[in-house]
Every structure is written in structure tokens, then in C-alpha cells.
């Protein structure tokens, strides 16, 4: 195993059956490895699988077939060997998600949304707080951490969603269209505040994406058709 390798799908299938009992095959037969601190993009027309795949990487639904394996320092994880109780663990403290729409609870200020996760983790609600605060002046929005997400725009809350999905120090983020319901100044300044949190953190970024604006800033294009990645190459 390639020692720079955070996570691969090794022979993965999956499928599903509609109301009329037509089974539809999404993923074939799928290899797909990803390596640290690089950002990925993964491209193809709606309804090829993409949001399927990283649903499967991100242990929030197990593959038909096929093995998915997370790599965390000399942690080897394999997601069918461990109980659902331990890959939600896995999910909070090794996986961060970033979606298009922010999903901040609407109860909670910026800088509670921050914190849930380390909280789940066990932080105390002091050390919590203390790496939201360190976060919300990493993704420039300190002065709005008492402010409730509907009176926050859109690209605030993102970039919230963006500091929530990093509190723990995740060897993975999953973005599945985070630009997506953003306006184009505000795409862009997510966009590059994602890849100075790879350049600067190391981290690695999968991006699901139509935009190729999105896949132009990443390291690594993935193009995928018939179930499988059609295409790798570099972006530039």
C-alpha cells in the first residue's frame, strides 16, 4: 500500500431498486484510491454517481460489494469490519462533510454549530470553544460567531459549515457541491479558502462537482461513466 494513500474503494458495487423493482446499478465495479493533501474533483453528468461514491467513502451507506478502506496514520479501517456504532466514530472524528446547502442548526450560533462535533468527539465545552473561535478567524468570520444562522448570507454559512467539518482534524472532507447554492463571488472565496486549508493543513479534499471553474482548482480530476472513473488526470 502506497503509504501517501488516506482512503481506496477496492471491486466496489452498488445499487438500487426503484418502486416498479427495476434495480439500477450506480457504482461497478469501482477502484478509486486518494492521497494526502491533495484536493480531488469528480465529475459526470447528474445521476452517474457521484454523490453515491462519496456517500460510500464517508461510511454514510455501505457498498453492495467491494471493500472501502480509510488509512489514519498506521490505522488501517476497514468499514466492513467494524460495527455501525464504530464507523459513526470514524464519521465524526476522521470525516469531514461539507454538502451545498450548510445544514447549520437553526437554534445554534455560528460558533455552537462549530463546536457539536467536538463535543460529540468529548471535548470539553472550553477546548470546543476554543478551536471554534481559532476556526472562525481561520475562515474569516470571527464577528459573526454570536449571529444565528438566518442572519447569516449564504457564503457565511458555508464557510461555517466549512469550520464544522474541520473542528476535529479530519483526515478526510467530503464536499458534495459545495458551491453549489452559492452565488459566483461567493463560490470563489469558498474555493480558495479550501485550498489553503489543503495547502496550509495538508488535508484531503474530494469534491463532487458540475462546475469546471471547481475542478480547475483541484489537483486531480476524476471523470466518471458507467458506474466506474472514466477518466484520472491532473488539472492543469
Not at 73 to 99: P, T, V
Not at 160 to 183: C, M
Amino acid at each position: 500500500m502506497n503509504n501517501n494513500i488516506v482512503i481506496e474503494a477496492v471491486n466496489v458495487d452498488k445499487s438500487y431498486s426503484s418502486t416498479k423493482g427495476i434495480n439500477a446499478i450506480v457504482l461497478d465495479d469501482l477502484n478509486l484510491s486518494l492521497y494526502r493533501g491533495q484536493m480531488t474533483a469528480i465529475m459526470g453528468p447528474s445521476g452517474v454517481g457521484k454523490s453515491t461514491l462519496l456517500h460510500l467513502l464517508g461510511s454514510l451507506a455501505p457498498p453492495d460489494d467491494g471493500t472501502i478502506r480509510l488509512f489514519d496514520g498506521n490505522k488501517d479501517i476497514d468499514y466492513n469490519k467494524i460495527s455501525k456504532d464504530e464507523l459513526a466514530i470514524i464519521r465524526n472524528r476522521k470525516i469531514g462533510f461539507i454538502f451545498q446547502f450548510s445544514h447549520l442548526l437553526p437554534e445554534f450560533t455560528a460558533l455552537e454549530n462549530i463546536m457539536i462535533p467536538a463535543l460529540i468527539a468529548g471535548d470539553s465545552r472550553s477546548t470546543a470553544e476554543k478551536k471554534a473561535n481559532e476556526l472562525l478567524k481561520l475562515v474569516e468570520v470571527e464577528h459573526r460567531s454570536k449571529h444565528k444562522p438566518k442572519e447569516l448570507s449564504g457564503g457565511e454559512q458555508q464557510r461555517i459549515a466549512i469550520a464544522r467539518a474541520i473542528i476535529n482534524q479530519p483526515v478526510l472532507v467530503i464536499a458534495d457541491e459545495p458551491t453549489g447554492n452559492l452565488d459566483s463571488k461567493n463560490a470563489t472565496a469558498v474555493l480558495k479558502l479550501l485550498n489553503n486549508l489543503k495547502t496550509q493543513k495538508g488535508m484531503t479534499i474530494v469534491i463532487a462537482t458540475h462546475s469546471k471553474d471547481v475542478a480547475a482548482m483541484a489537483d486531480r480530476i476524476l471523470i466518471m461513466g458507467n458506474g466506474k472513473i472514466a477518466d484520472d488526470s491532473n488539472s492543469n
